[in-house]
């Protein structure tokens, strides 16, 4: 398998990750400086920054409601004061995992952290199309117009086309409106992009199911392993 790949199984990093450590030059292969590209047999000693990694991955997955006011990363890019990092609010005796993919600092709500590179892949890639529900809250009410521009695809950047999505409004009033929002991309910010675009800036943004995998019985902050059961799921969505 190629080195990044190989890199993402061992809970080092996602692949986009591995491939900048391996152009760092942190990696060697069976002594000598790994380059891009290269693939990697069970025969190799594969070492990262001089400790030698092992062949055989005991996978972790662990669901995570996670909070506002921490960053989706293995530790903040900040030197100073640096911020809670989801990394936090794993359990005691937790395995080198990562986040798979990314919630604002501000957005609540559902993440999957696992060092199985391979399923990581398989939940952010484009072509997978996997459904995530969101909760959005907005100021005031919504018109049928502004529904239905978010429904068909808007505009968020030049050339940046959302896909049609499902708006549902689940609670409004004069002073503001709660909807369930359910895309099929994961483009950077994209729903605060989407509501700007109608004149409707998000002030709360949680996100509430993976296909149909839930945030039921974890309290905001709180983590769990997954089941078997789940696992099998999300590896077949």
Same mark, same amino acid.
């Given at each position: 398998?190629?080195?990044?790949?190989?890199?993402?199984?061992?809970?080092?990093?996602?692949?986009?990750?591995?491939?900048?450590?391996?152009?760092?030059?942190?990696? %060697?292969?069976?002594?000598?400086?790994?380059?891009?590209?290269?693939?990697?047999?069970?025969?190799?000693?594969?070492?990262?920054?001089?400790?030698? #990694?092992?062949?055989?991955?005991?996978?972790?997955?662990?669901?995570?409601?996670? &909070?506002?006011?921490?960053?989706?990363?293995?530790?903040? $890019?900040?030197?100073?004061?640096?911020?809670?990092?989801?990394?936090?609010?794993? &359990?005691?005796?937790?395995?080198? +995992?990562?986040?798979?993919?990314?919630?604002?600092?501000?957005?609540?709500?559902?993440?999957?952290?696992?060092?199985?590179?391979?399923?990581?892949?398989?939940?952010?890639? &484009?072509?997978? *199309?996997?459904?995530?529900?969101?909760?959005?809250?907005?100021?005031?009410?919504? %018109?049928?117009?502004?529904?239905?521009?978010?429904? *068909?695809?808007?505009?968020?950047?030049?050339?940046?086309?959302?896909?049609?999505?499902?708006?549902?409004?689940? *609670?409004?009033?004069?002073?503001?409106? =709660?909807?369930?929002? %359910?895309?099929?991309?994961?483009?950077?910010?994209?729903?605060?992009?989407?509501? *700007?675009?109608?004149? =409707?800036?998000?002030?709360?943004?949680?996100?509430?199911?993976?296909?149909? #995998? %839930?945030?039921?019985?974890?309290?905001?902050?709180?983590?769990?392993?997954?089941?078997?059961? $789940? +696992?099998?799921?999300?590896?077949?969505?």
């Amino acid at each position: 398998m190629r080195i990044n790949r190989f890199l993402a199984e061992q809970g080092v990093a996602s692949r986009r990750g591995a491939d900048e450590i391996v152009a760092a030059g942190r990696v %060697t292969i069976n002594g000598k400086v790994a380059q891009a590209g290269d693939k990697v047999t069970p025969s190799d000693v594969v070492a990262l920054d001089g400790r030698e #990694l092992s062949h055989s991955v005991k996978y972790e997955y662990y669901l995570l409601n996670k &909070p506002k006011g921490c960053v989706c990363t293995v530790s903040d $890019e900040r030197t100073e004061r640096p911020r809670k990092t989801v990394m936090d609010f794993l &359990p005691a005796g937790a395995g080198r +995992v990562f986040p798979v993919g990314r919630l604002d600092y501000d957005t609540e709500g559902l993440l999957i952290l696992t060092n199985d590179g391979a399923l990581a892949y398989r939940l952010t890639a &484009p072509q997978t *199309e996997i459904p995530k529900t969101y909760l959005v809250k907005v100021e005031g009410s919504m %018109t049928a117009v502004q529904l239905n521009r978010l429904r *068909e695809g808007v505009e968020i950047g030049k050339g940046v086309v959302t896909k049609k999505c499902r708006v549902n409004v689940i *609670e409004t009033d004069k002073s503001y409106t =709660k909807l369930h929002v %359910t895309l099929t991309e994961g483009k950077n910010h994209e729903v605060r992009r989407m509501f *700007e675009v109608v004149g =409707k800036p998000v002030q709360f943004l949680k996100r509430i199911k993976l296909g149909e #995998l %839930t945030l039921r019985g974890l309290g905001r902050g709180e983590c769990r392993k997954l089941s078997a059961e $789940e +696992v099998f799921y999300l590896q077949n969505l």
